[in-house]
């Protein structure tokens, strides 16, 4: 364990030496794997962040079984996975997954209802055998699992200043999926999987070997817009409820959105010739969003 560990595991007052290394674990994975969503929540009180990074770690460690198991084995595997840890979340058993553990403390300081993780884990277990989604509203019924209530626990810890903030905050998740699912269209494309309805590629002839093709077609480059304009419009509902959240909460996701956000403007950039390789916010421009928001955030810590 690293002194930052230390120091934000000391600031939010948590002593336990196998919940330390619980939540150290849960650090690191969020560090290696979401660099947006770790960079954003560097911007949170010291004593906020291990319970974002518990969040992310169990998230993580679903994530890794579905798309990265092995094919004959990762449905059971998921399943026995998934069986533990709602038992464990539950009380019913001691939590032996550091990522479990993790997140079962966390629940527990913020009071986050189990139906949240039964949802989030009904849609990665779709994952493992739904390769496609046939109209916007299915879609959004898988994203409601797999990131809606991801947004309505990271707001628990945020601090709402009213019930506003909730439906908004579930908005933002959407927004952020749907955000990566246009940035991976050819990574989903590679697992078997296309997050785009199917009523929009028919709506513009597009075909799933319109997706693999190389360089991106004029067809596929409308859909894209489409899709980019309607992840726009959800991200004006969400973003509205920044101001709902504690004041020092709000930084964090007001540097998340802004980066997130940027991904479109990455997509436009490259004309929408995505399909052939993976476009991001430029390091400069992370930067540039990020050390004014992290100013901005120590000043509220100390007047908070």
Same mark, same amino acid.
């Given at each position: 364990m690293? @002194? @930052?560990d230390r120091r934000?595991?000391?600031a939010a007052g948590i002593t336990d030496p196998r919940l330390r290394a619980a939540y150290a674990r849960c650090r690191?994975?969020?560090a290696r794997h979401g660099r947006t969503y770790y960079l954003a929540s560097q911007l949170l009180p010291p004593w906020k962040r291990p319970y974002v990074h518990a969040l992310y770690g169990f998230a993580r460690r679903a994530d890794e079984i579905v798309d990265n198991g092995h094919p004959a084995t990762r449905a059971e595997e998921f399943r026995a996975w998934s069986d533990r840890a709602l038992t464990q979340l /539950?009380?019913?058993a001691p939590a032996e997954d550091p990522v479990t553990l993790a997140l079962r403390h966390t629940m527990d300081r913020w009071e986050l209802p189990l139906g949240q993780v039964e /949802?989030?884990?009904g849609s990665m277990a779709a994952d493992l055998t739904v390769t496609d989604y046939p109209t916007y509203e299915d879609l959004r019924r898988y994203m409601y699992g797999s990131a809606a209530v991801i947004g309505l626990q990271m707001t628990a810890v945020l601090e709402p200043l009213c019930d506003e903030a909730l439906p908004r905050a579930r908005a933002l998740g959407e927004a952020f999926q749907l955000t990566n699912f246009i940035r991976d269209i050819a990574e989903d494309l590679e697992r078997g999987r296309v997050y785009l309805p199917a009523e929009d590629l028919e709506r513009f002839g597009v075909t799933r070997a319109d997706l693999a093709r190389t360089p991106t077609g004029g067809r596929v480059r409308e859909l894209l817009r489409f899709q980019i304009d309607r992840n726009r419009q959800l991200y004006a509902y969400a973003v509205g409820g920044i101001r709902m959240l504690h004041p020092t909460s709000r930084p964090c996701i007001e540097t998340a959105y802004r980066l997130y956000s940027g991904i479109?403007?990455?997509v436009e950039e490259a004309d929408h010739d995505i399909l052939g390789r993976r476009v991001s916010v430029a390091p400069v421009t992370r930067l540039r969003? /990020?050390?004014?928001?992290?100013?901005?955030a120590r000043a509220l810590w100390r007047t908070a």
């Amino acid at each position: 364990m690293n @002194a @930052a560990d230390r120091r934000i595991l000391d600031a939010a007052g948590i002593t336990d030496p196998r919940l330390r290394a619980a939540y150290a674990r849960c650090r690191r994975l969020h560090a290696r794997h979401g660099r947006t969503y770790y960079l954003a929540s560097q911007l949170l009180p010291p004593w906020k962040r291990p319970y974002v990074h518990a969040l992310y770690g169990f998230a993580r460690r679903a994530d890794e079984i579905v798309d990265n198991g092995h094919p004959a084995t990762r449905a059971e595997e998921f399943r026995a996975w998934s069986d533990r840890a709602l038992t464990q979340l /539950a009380g019913a058993a001691p939590a032996e997954d550091p990522v479990t553990l993790a997140l079962r403390h966390t629940m527990d300081r913020w009071e986050l209802p189990l139906g949240q993780v039964e /949802a989030f884990l009904g849609s990665m277990a779709a994952d493992l055998t739904v390769t496609d989604y046939p109209t916007y509203e299915d879609l959004r019924r898988y994203m409601y699992g797999s990131a809606a209530v991801i947004g309505l626990q990271m707001t628990a810890v945020l601090e709402p200043l009213c019930d506003e903030a909730l439906p908004r905050a579930r908005a933002l998740g959407e927004a952020f999926q749907l955000t990566n699912f246009i940035r991976d269209i050819a990574e989903d494309l590679e697992r078997g999987r296309v997050y785009l309805p199917a009523e929009d590629l028919e709506r513009f002839g597009v075909t799933r070997a319109d997706l693999a093709r190389t360089p991106t077609g004029g067809r596929v480059r409308e859909l894209l817009r489409f899709q980019i304009d309607r992840n726009r419009q959800l991200y004006a509902y969400a973003v509205g409820g920044i101001r709902m959240l504690h004041p020092t909460s709000r930084p964090c996701i007001e540097t998340a959105y802004r980066l997130y956000s940027g991904i479109l403007e990455a997509v436009e950039e490259a004309d929408h010739d995505i399909l052939g390789r993976r476009v991001s916010v430029a390091p400069v421009t992370r930067l540039r969003v /990020a050390l004014p928001a992290y100013a901005r955030a120590r000043a509220l810590w100390r007047t908070a």
